[in-house]
């Protein structure tokens, strides 16, 4: 069993928000359909809080440091159907803290309403106060919104603590990960499996580098494939390797985590962020269909297919366990319903 005696982890504020343990289920009929004895999916779409998602394991790190800070709202910004912002807005509630929501306008091309369901239906509900940002793809734009927004309620008289996009602030969020990349080495050693291969998507890069940080932290090698679902893989893997980087050195641990760890695909992300492919959409039938997973367009739907796309190819060994990481994010599904009208009259 894995020891947390002198655990640097253990000495960053938390604020406990996720069903954790999640479980970590075989992927039964996908192992008798290609020969494979050990696939695996972690579950954490079912962290709880508002529907779940990998995003409660940042948000606990998140808001641990808040409250030590003594902030009373916190603000976030997000794609207009973020699961992030959604569970920032629903950690708050939880915590008794107020919260201020910043939706960026990155997914073009969706039809009427796309703003009126899936996550941000959930928004309205827990009624965080949303401001609308017209920028997509600009990070920095974005934070530094979201500080015009924190002076506006230092003005209030309030304490802000703002969670940033942009890569050059610290990876709190991470941490969660490293506890993610713990709960699995526990999860395959008491099934008597040693773990080989570990696929998740590539997005912020914070759940990335987390993972793969903590394998290292606790002595694994398993190999990471991250699947890029907003940039390419030469933009994605420099990404991945700074906030792996940071994270080493909060751990105290320089080093930790080398380029060559580090590995990004983006053979599946089509035309970019919130827009799936054919096999995108072919990857969430057959995790529906197969294995009774709801996975999502944006995040999950890519990197199953991804997942799906190595095991074809070879790339997850099986003399070891091959584990997808489910993030959640199945609200997304409800705004892009669409697709499958489309799929079905076609």
């Given at each position: 069993?894995?020891?947390?005696?002198?655990?640097?982890?253990?000495?960053?504020?938390?604020?406990?928000?996720?069903?954790?343990?999640t479980p970590?289920?075989?992927?039964?009929?996908?192992?008798?359909?290609?020969?494979?004895?050990?696939?695996?999916?972690?579950?954490?779409?079912?962290?709880?809080?508002?529907?779940?998602g990998?995003?409660?394991?940042?948000?606990?790190?998140?808001?641990?440091?808040?409250?030590?800070?003594?902030a009373?709202?916190?603000?976030i910004?997000?794609?207009?159907?973020?699961?992030?912002?959604?569970?920032c807005?629903?950690?708050a509630?939880?915590?008794?803290?107020?919260?201020?929501i910043?939706?960026?306008?990155?997914?073009?091309?969706?039809?009427?309403?796309?703003?009126?369901?899936?996550?941000?239906?959930?928004?309205r509900?827990?009624?965080?106060?949303?401001?609308?940002?017209?920028?997509?793809?600009?990070?920095?734009?974005?934070?530094?919104?979201?500080?015009?927004?924190a002076?506006d309620?230092?003005?209030?008289?309030?304490?802000?603590?703002?969670?940033?996009?942009?890569?050059?602030?610290?990876p709190?969020?991470?941490?969660?990960?490293?506890?993610?990349?713990?709960?699995?080495?526990?999860?395959?050693?008491?099934?008597?499996?040693?773990?080989?291969?570990?696929?998740?998507?590539?997005?912020?890069?914070?759940?990335?580098?987390g993972?793969?940080?903590?394998?290292?932290?606790?002595?694994?090698?398993?190999?990471?494939f991250?699947?890029?679902?907003?940039?390419?893989?030469?933009?994605?893997?420099?990404r991945?390797?700074?906030?792996?980087?940071?994270?080493?050195?909060?751990?105290?641990?320089?080093?930790?985590?080398?380029?060559?760890?580090?590995?990004?695909?983006?053979?599946?992300?089509?035309?970019?962020?919130?827009?799936?492919?054919?096999?995108?959409?072919?990857?969430i039938?057959?995790?529906?269909?197969?294995?009774?997973?709801?996975?999502?367009?944006?995040?999950?739907?890519?990197a199953?297919?991804?997942?799906?796309?190595?095991?074809?190819?070879?790339?997850?060994?099986?003399?070891?366990?091959?584990?997808?990481?489910?993030t959640?994010?199945?609200?997304?599904?409800?705004?892009?319903?669409?697709?499958?009208?489309?799929?079905?009259?076609?």
């Amino acid at each position: 069993m894995l020891s947390l005696t002198n655990d640097p982890v253990l000495g960053f504020p938390r604020a406990r928000l996720a069903h954790a343990p999640t479980p970590m289920d075989p992927l039964d009929a996908i192992m008798r359909q290609s020969g494979h004895p050990h696939l695996y999916v972690k579950r954490d779409d079912l962290t709880g809080l508002a529907m779940g998602g990998n995003k409660a394991r940042q948000l606990e790190y998140y808001f641990g440091a808040a409250l030590a800070e003594g902030a009373d709202t916190v603000l976030i910004t997000g794609a207009v159907q973020s699961n992030f912002v959604r569970m920032c807005a629903a950690a708050a509630r939880k915590l008794g803290r107020a919260c201020e929501i910043q939706l960026e306008d990155r997914v073009q091309g969706m039809p009427p309403g796309q703003d009126q369901t899936g996550n941000t239906l959930l928004d309205r509900l827990l009624g965080v106060p949303i401001h609308r940002f017209p920028v997509g793809e600009d990070e920095a734009a974005a934070d530094d919104n979201l500080e015009r927004i924190a002076n506006d309620v230092r003005a209030r008289g309030g304490k802000p603590y703002v969670i940033h996009l942009g890569p050059e602030y610290p990876p709190l969020g991470g941490l969660g990960y490293i506890d993610c990349a713990r709960e699995i080495l526990t999860q395959t050693e008491a099934l008597g499996v040693p773990l080989k291969t570990v696929v998740v998507a590539s997005g912020s890069a914070i759940s990335h580098a987390g993972i793969l940080t903590g394998f290292r932290h606790y002595g694994s090698n398993a190999r990471v494939f991250g699947i890029c679902v907003r940039r390419n893989a030469d933009q994605q893997h420099p990404r991945v390797v700074k906030r792996s980087r940071h994270l080493a050195d909060m751990l105290g641990r320089t080093g930790l985590v080398t380029e060559q760890d580090v590995i990004t695909t983006d053979a599946y992300i089509g035309e970019g962020y919130g827009k799936p492919t054919a096999g995108t959409m072919a990857a969430i039938d057959r995790a529906a269909k197969s294995e009774t997973l709801l996975l999502d367009p944006v995040y999950t739907g890519k990197a199953f297919d991804g997942f799906l796309g190595l095991l074809k190819q070879g790339m997850l060994p099986d003399d070891g366990a091959a584990v997808f990481i489910h993030t959640g994010g199945t609200p997304g599904l409800f705004a892009y319903a669409h697709l499958w009208h489309v799929a079905r009259a076609s």
